[in-house]
């Protein structure tokens, strides 16, 4: 891919770490994680604002349409504000501004709407794709949705009932005046497959795999091989049991999602086909 003036940024943004999953996957607590490698700085949060602050990169710049970000959205002048933003907000593990040497580890769900577009922007950049089984990952869609915390369109044009929350998908108006667990099953399934199509374009080497259920139960190895293939250092030892993420709404739980089971076994022919592929992209990019 040959890089356009104002593309291929230097220092921290030279070869970034975008983490891609679909929401309420475990992304941030893989973030928080990360962002502890010595060779690492991000901003400290997700960045909706950085992206959506550029009008052009805003759902309403096309019609409310998604949170879809293509090659053709790369403009150099577009790629150069973007890059600016993010080189102005970039910390190391510490908090002090970063230095040219680390590396931006970036994680904002709606990104996984954005792969062709962050590969444009950012041609040195690594994909690590986090898979999280479908059951819990859809009943904490549906709790996310019911608490209220992650409206990210709250007056979208054309949708009533609960307001939308988490990322803005492709074909979102079909879903209106449908039932909870259909509209999370539809934003889920949607978004892990448009995912693993655009990962499946990359370049094997820019692209890994990390399974969420072997993070939690061996998270200390599991760092070791991923900041090895990413060529990030590790100096850290972490104990078996994680820090909770700060985006968790309830107690975390491995049995906790089955308070919704009946309801997501109702719509599991909506997501049985992208569960698979996702599986199956895990098992053939996995860390080693």
Same mark, same amino acid.
């Not at 709407?113 to 819990?136: D, I, K, N, Q, Y």
């Not at 904490?140 to 019911?146: D, K, L």
């Not at 100096?235 to 739980?253: F, K, N, W």
């Given at each position: 891919?040959?890089?356009? %003036?104002?593309?291929?940024? &230097?220092?921290?943004?030279?070869? /970034? ?14 973030? !928080? ?13 997700? $960045? ?9 990169? #805003? ?37 002090? %501004? +970063?230095?040219?040497? !680390? ?13 062709? @577009?962050?590969?444009?922007? @950012? ?9 999280? +089984?479908?059951? /819990? ?7 996310? *949705? ?6 990210? =369109?709250? #007056? ?7 307001? *939308? $929350? ?20 539809? !934003? ?23 399974? =969420?259920?072997? @993070?939690?139960?061996?998270? !200390? +190895? ?31 739980? &491995?049995?906790? *999602?089955?308070? #919704?089971? +009946? ?17 199956? @992209? ?7």
């Amino acid at each position: 891919m040959t890089s356009a %003036p104002g593309r291929g940024a &230097s220092g921290p943004l030279q070869r /970034p770490v975008f983490l891609m999953s679909t929401p309420r996957s475990g992304s941030t607590l893989l973030f !928080q994680t990360l962002i502890l490698s010595p060779d690492a700085c991000s901003i400290g949060n997700e $960045s909706h604002a950085l992206f959506e602050g550029i009008r052009a990169l #805003h759902p309403a710049a096309k019609g409310c349409t998604s949170n879809r970000l293509d090659v053709g959205d790369a403009t150099p002048p577009i790629v150069a504000e973007l890059s600016r933003r993010f080189d102005a907000a970039l910390i190391d593990r510490k908090g002090a %501004p +970063a230095t040219a040497c !680390q590396r931006m580890i970036e994680k904002t769900p709606k990104n996984a709407l954005r792969v062709p @577009f962050l590969a444009a922007a @950012f041609p040195g950049a690594s994909f690590v794709f986090l898979r999280r +089984a479908a059951r /819990p990952t859809l009943s904490s869609m549906m709790e996310a *949705w019911q608490s209220g915390r992650f409206r990210t =369109y709250p #007056h979208l044009p054309g949708w009533s009932g609960l307001p *939308w $929350s988490l990322l803005l998908v492709p074909g979102w108006r079909d879903l209106a005046g449908k039932p909870l667990e259909e509209i999370v099953a539809g !934003q889920w399934a949607t978004t892990t497959q448009c995912l693993i199509d655009d990962l499946a374009r990359l370049p094997s080497e820019c692209v890994c795999a990390i399974s =969420y259920e072997e @993070f939690v139960a061996s998270p !200390q +190895a599991l760092m070791e091989r991923l900041c090895a293939r990413l060529g990030l250092g590790w100096d850290r030892t972490l104990s078996a049991m994680l820090p909770v993420s700060r985006t968790t709404v309830s107690a975390p739980g &491995s049995e906790k *999602w089955r308070r #919704h089971e +009946a309801t997501i076994e109702t719509v599991w022919p909506l997501v049985e086909e992208a569960d698979a592929r996702a599986a199956a @992209f895990l098992g053939d990019n996995s860390v080693s």
